[in-house]
Nanobody, 115 residues
């Protein structure tokens, strides 16, 4: 069973930075894509950033230029210039496709941007 473990959330002031990390129980390259989603209170979960096995990245428009996803031994999300609207629970996601798509999720880590 695939396990994803997030770390790095917390409380930060507007304009500050945080770095989230996601560790997987198997090679990161066993997944077609890995990414970060977030869910704010009362809202649907949304994709924030993703990286494919080949290294292609994509970002939701609201974080472009502020967030960077990277992959080495973990999949990290560097978040700069944080805004109050970035407050949410952030989830690591990993996707395998063997005929059917299978999504794996971490337990989530809280990010709160507040003064």
């Amino acid at each position: 069973q695939v396990q994803l473990v997030e770390s790095g959330g917390g409380l930060v002031q507007p304009g500050g930075s945080l770095r989230l990390s996601c560790a997987a129980s198997e090679s990161l390259y066993s997944f077609k894509t890995m990414g970060w989603y977030r869910q704010a209170a009362g809202k649907q979960r949304e994709l924030v950033a993703a990286i494919t096995r080949g290294g292609t990245t994509n970002y939701t428009d609201s974080v472009k230029g502020r967030f960077t996803i990277s992959r080495e031994s973990t999949v990290d999300l560097q978040m700069n210039s944080l805004k109050a609207e970035d407050t949410a629970v952030y989830y690591c996601n990993a996707v395998k496709i063997n005929g059917l798509r299978r999504d794996y999720w971490g337990q989530g880590t809280q990010v709160t941007v507040s003064s």
